[in-house]
Structure formats: C-alpha cells, structure tokens
C-alpha cells in the first residue's frame, strides 16, 4: 500500500513540472452594453483633477460626470495605454434637445 502511495507522489511530482504556462499580452477591453443615458441638466463645469504630467505610452482619459439618476458623481481620470493607429476621444456629455447626452469614450481609428 505505501508503494502505491509514494509511486503516485511521484507521478504527481513529476507532472507538475510539465504544466506550460502562456502569457497572454494583447487583451482586448470588455464589451459591455451600452445604455443611453441622457441627463436633464448640464454637468457641472468644476474641474474635477488636473492633468497629469504626459506618460511614455500613455494617455490620460480625463474625469468627467457621472449621472447617477438625480445628480452627478464625479468620475476620476485614469491611464489608457496607447494604441498604435487609433486616437483617443474623452468622455463627455452633449446637449440635445431632450437634455445632455452621455457620449462614452475610447479608441477610434
């Protein structure tokens, strides 16, 4: 019986060795549904931060307000890495005839 034990240790052992691991480098953003938000007043014109000094293969996506479905929230900016062939477009708000459009941002080519 403990032969079998310490032969099944050993076959164990010697299989974790063998397990490959792949680094996955290009992940692409998370698709989500997309939900048309339109506010019946304009955002507030505060700024919310001040932009950061540039960095190297960087952009920074500026804060911005949230609708939170009686008021505005503040949203802070954050890093998107850059992305060859594409510009960035901030998020923002537009004003239509029925109230202010949420226009979410990203990259386009």
Known sequence: M???Y???LAVVIAASGCVQ????HDRR???REYVEVVAPQPPPERVIEVEPVGRQGYVWSRGYWRWDGGRYVAVHGHWEPERQGYRY???HWEQHRDGWHWQR???VN
Do not use: K, N
């Not at 691991?21 to 996955?24: A, C, D, Q, T, W």
């Open 21 to 24: 691991e792949r680094v996955v």
């Open 2 to 4: 403990l032969i079998r």
């Open 6 to 8: 310490m032969a099944l």
């Open 29 to 31: 953003p998370v698709q």
């Open 105 to 107: 941002g990203g990259w």
């Open 89 to 91: 477009v901030h998020p």
